[in-house]
Nanobody, 123 residues
């Protein structure tokens, strides 16, 4: 079992930055693909970014490319999502997710989910 705990959400003005953290339990964390998804009110959950085992691959939604960066620190069992140049349309609950496939692109089944952290971007 893997437990994922997100932190770092909050309220920020448009153009600002936030860094989300996803802390995971479990000794196999370093082998998993870890990603971020988000869900805005009235919308479906959507993929944001993912990072493979040993960061051999990173993937981003087109809407966040060039603004968001995903990194991982396996010594701390933590994945980060640095979000810059935030826009009001980035407002959503952000969820951390884990896939036991070390080279997943997170377009299919997700094995573990966190509880989510709210990000609100004011205009």
């Amino acid at each position: 079992q893997v437990q994922l705990v997100e932190s770092g959400g909050g309220l920020v003005q448009a153009g600002g930055s936030l860094r989300l953290s996803c802390a995971a339990s479990g000794h196999t964390f370093s082998y998993y693909t870890i990603g971020w998804f988000r869900q805005a009110p009235g919308k479906e959950r959507e993929f944001v970014a993912a990072i493979n085992w040993r960061a051999v691959g990173t993937y981003y939604a087109d809407s966040v490319k060039g603004r968001f960066t995903i990194t991982r620190d396996d010594a701390r069992n933590t994945v980060y999502l640095q979000m810059n140049s935030l826009k009001p349309e980035d407002t959503a609950v952000y969820y951390c997710a884990a896939d036991t496939n070390p080279r997943a692109t997170m377009t299919g089944h997700i094995d573990y989910w966190g509880q989510g952290t709210q990000v609100t971007v004011s205009s």
